[in-house]
Each structure stands twice: as structure tokens, then as C-alpha cells.
């Protein structure tokens, strides 16, 4: 079956821009998080919806914002870009949001780089 | 959740059997214990998940004390392609909380050498 699809997988954007990322999930799977991994922060949990509604949410500014459709597909957004947010932005699924019992399903995610 | 401690690398030859060891000694009783690989560019791949005891899959092995207060990832014959960053993580299961929070900590980069 298929895999969690990120797009686009690499991104080049400029200071004060904003950027929207997309995340499919494997079919069936209702539970979609998003996370920030940087050289010097590791992997850093931004969000997760399970079924179009957020249930949990990182320490992240304001800037960071996410939704869920009714398909579960997901995005993320990031507005007001900073050269901070230049980072691998990945994207899990999993069928009930209890990751930690049945294992998550990462995406290869997208590479964002801010100039 | 649980503080988890690994080390921060570890080497290996071809071939050989390697056991990374995680410290969770806050762990909780609901709390399960799951291993994720992962290699550079790419995200993290879920490997095995326990509760106690012994679990063993096609991959890898994870043995579990009776105190829980640790684990053990073991890979038999190791082989180049399986130089990654090792990541352990505690956390709640069936039970309704920290819904879809992973929380990572450094992680374990094993080299694998010919």
C-alpha cells in the first residue's frame, strides 16, 4: 500500500514569506502529526489532528499552523518566514493516534531552506 | 512521558550483533517502549515496540527487564545499510493520552564498518 506522501519535497523560499506543506497519510489512517527536525533541536513535535480536529500542539509560535480535511490529508503552514525555520518538516500517520502502542508511519518529508 | 537516555554512538563491523540500550527509569505503567530507525533525509521508520519481556520481528529483537526500567534494541549481523540514527521512545499507548506527541531525544548514530 501506499506510503505517508509529502510535497513538495524540497523548498526554497525568502525571509517573510509563508509556505504551505502538504502531508497524505496512508489510506485509512485518521491521525497526522507534523515535526521540525534541525541539526541542533532533533526532532521536535509541532502538532497532530485526528480527524480534522487538533488534538495536540508543540511549543511552536504562532506561525505555525496546521488543518486536516475530511480526507485526512493535512497541511501545515508557516507564515512570516524566519532563516530559523529552515529545517526537514516531516509528517506521520497513524490509524488511531496512539502512536506509541502501533507505531507511527513518517513521510520522507520536505525540505524547507529559507534565504 | 518519560526521560529516555541512549548513547550517542556507537561502532560496528559487518556482521556482528549490535545491542543498544535505552535508560527509561521514570517509565509509567502504561507506558510502551518503541524503537525508530532513521537515516539521513529521511523520516524515522517505527522498528519494534514492547511492552515487557522479549518482542522479536524480522528486523531486530528488543529484550525488556522485569523492572522496565530499560530496553535493549538488538540487531543481528548488522550490515552497512544499517548505519542510522537509533531512536528510543517511552510513551502512553490504548490508554488516551499524548496523543501523536513523539517525544525524540538525541538518538543513537551507529557506523557500521566494512
Known amino acids: 500500500k501506499a506510503g505517508v506522501t509529502q510535497t513538495p519535497r524540497y523548498l526554497i523560499k525568502t525571509r517573510g514569506q509563508q509556505v504551505t506543506l502538504s502531508c497524505s497519510p496512508i489510506?485509512?489512517?485518521?491521525?497526522v502529526s507534523w515535526y521540525q527536525q534541525t541539526p541542533g533541536q532533533g526532532l521536535q513535535f509541532l502538532f497532530e489532528y485526528f480527524s480534522e480536529t487538533q488534538r495536540n500542539k508543540g511549543n511552536f509560535p504562532g506561525r505555525f499552523s496546521g488543518r486536516q480535511f475530511s480526507n485526512s490529508r493535512s497541511e501545515m503552514n508557516v507564515s512570516t518566514l524566519e532563516l530559523g525555520d529552515s529545517a526537514l518538516y516531516l509528517c506521520?500517520?497513524?490509524?488511531?493516534?496512539?502512536?506509541?502502542?502501533?507505531?507511527?508511519?513518517f513521510g520522507s518529508g520536505t525540505r524547507l531552506t529559507v534565504v | 512521558l518519560a526521560k529516555t537516555t541512549q548513547p550517542i554512538s556507537m561502532d560496528s563491523y559487518e556482521g556482528q550483533e549490535v545491542n543498544i540500550t535505552c535508560s527509561h527509569n521514570?517509565?509509567?505503567?502504561?507506558?510502551?517502549i518503541t524503537w525508530y530507525q532513521q537515516f539521513p533525509s529521511q523520516g524515522p521508520r517505527f522498528i519494534i515496540q514492547g511492552y515487557k519481556t522479549k518482542v522479536t520481528n524480522e528486523v531486530a529483537s528488543l529484550f525488556i527487564p522485569a523492572d522496565r526500567k530499560s530496553s535493549t534494541l538488538s540487531l543481528p549481523r548488522v550490515s552497512l545499510s544499517d548505519t542510522a540514527v537509533y531512536y528510543c521512545?517511552?510513551?502512553?499507548?490504548?490508554?488516551?493520552?499524548?496523543?501523536?506527541?513523539?517525544?525524540f531525544g538525541k538518538g543513537t548514530k551507529l557506523s557500521v564498518k566494512p
Open positions: 506521520a500517520s497513524s490509524q488511531t493516534g496512539t502512536g506509541y502502542a502501533d507505531g507511527y508511519t
Open positions: 521512545l517511552v510513551g502512553e499507548g490504548n490508554y488516551g493520552g499524548s496523543q501523536g506527541n513523539l517525544i
Open positions: 489510506s485509512g489512517h485518521r491521525s
Open positions: 521514570n517509565i509509567a505503567t502504561n507506558d510502551y
